[in-house]
């Protein structure tokens, strides 16, 4: 049987969560898996439902029946397929962590994304990205040659037909009008500490400080840089008897994993925009292994 999801955002009232539950039984579909939120300050619903056709309604079907009541509720809405792998394009700069920790995780298959190319000021993990059989494309950037390589990029997102772009420690800041055409579809992954601390050797300024608690935080990209709406964050103690190497060292965990469950989740439909904010649904327990990540 075909599996779907289905995503719902709207202004909330009544009728909402009934139209949806008898359209996919007048279609022929069981729904495995449900989750809703009703956000009472801003007056927004939002849905994201699991199903499965029992009568081999296609996707295209699926679409032109709901389109037909969607209006009622003034819902923006998608219909996923969900045997179908995004298209992911990954960018990094010369700190591999992420990098090498979202190759492994597609590699075995728990990650399940179509990397379509990885994209880089220079040449550090060439020779990585060619072994897993995965384009790689180069492409420097200096103040002078900004626009020109922006605009590289920009071609290459469309000639791959990438869905989303990870930041997966890409230390190049991406112009407003490219976060503003690609809006919702980029993911960064950067270490917020408590206290914060930025610019250079952010890890040696909170060894200096005796910060107990480091971290990370995956957002979506804006044109306000760090300042993005968040989708996954983490931390992860420290003592008075670790080094900063040892800071190093653990926040490169921390930013691995919480960047990859970031993608996981964006990939599986279950991130909205809400604003400045974000609503994330958790994988539902009866969900496949494909969808849950620890």
């Known amino acids: 049987m075909s599996k779907f999801?289905?995503?719902?955002?709207?202004?909330?009232?009544?009728?909402?969560?009934?139209?949806?539950?008898?359209?996919?039984?007048?279609?022929?579909?069981?729904?495995?898996?449900?989750?809703?939120?009703?956000?009472?300050?801003t007056g927004r619903f939002f849905m994201r439902v699991g199903f499965q056709s029992e009568t081999g309604a296609t996707l295209d079907a699926l679409n032109d029946s709901f389109a037909r009541i969607a209006p009622d509720f003034e819902m923006g809405w998608q219909i996923f397929d969900s045997s179908r792998k995004l298209k992911v394009l990954l960018m990094v700069s010369n700190f591999g962590h992420c990098l090498n920790d979202l190759l492994y995780r597609w590699r075995i298959g728990a990650l399940p994304i179509e990397i379509v190319g990885v994209v880089s000021n220079h040449l550090t993990y060439q020779?990585?990205?060619v072994n897993h059989d995965i384009p790689f494309h180069l492409i420097r950037v200096t103040k002078e040659n900004k626009p020109d390589a922006e605009a590289r990029l920009l071609a290459l997102v469309e000639e791959t037909g990438a869905e989303l772009v990870v930041l997966a420690r890409y230390m190049q800041v991406l112009s407003d009008s490219f976060c503003e055409r690609m809006?919702?579809?980029?993911?960064?992954?950067?270490?917020?500490?408590?206290?914060?601390?930025?610019?250079?050797?952010?890890?040696?300024?909170?060894?200096?400080?005796?910060v107990k608690l480091i971290g990370a935080t995956a957002h979506y990209v804006t044109a306000d840089l760090d300042e993005g709406p968040i989708i996954?964050?983490?931390?992860?103690?420290?003592?008075?008897?670790?080094?900063?190497?040892?800071?190093?060292?653990?926040?490169?965990?921390?930013?691995?994993?919480?960047?990859?469950?970031?993608?996981?989740?964006?990939i599986h439909h279950r991130v909205f925009l809400n604003g400045n904010k974000t609503v994330v649904f958790p994988a539902s327990p009866g969900a496949h292994a494909s969808e849950r990540m620890g």
């Open 127 to 129: 020779k990585l990205v």
């Open 183 to 210: 809006s919702g579809r980029i993911i960064n992954i950067h270490h917020s500490f408590l206290p914060s601390f930025k610019g250079a050797n952010p890890y040696k300024q909170a060894y200096q400080r005796g």
């Open 5 to 41: 999801v289905l995503t719902v955002t709207c202004p909330t009232r009544r009728g909402i969560v009934a139209a949806i539950s008898n359209f996919l039984a007048d279609n022929g579909c069981n729904i495995t898996d449900s989750a809703q939120f009703d956000d009472q300050e």
């Open 232 to 266: 996954e964050q983490d931390t992860v103690r420290i003592t008075h008897a670790q080094s900063p190497d040892d800071y190093v060292s653990l926040g490169r965990d921390v930013e691995a994993s919480v960047l990859a469950r970031a993608i996981h989740a964006h």
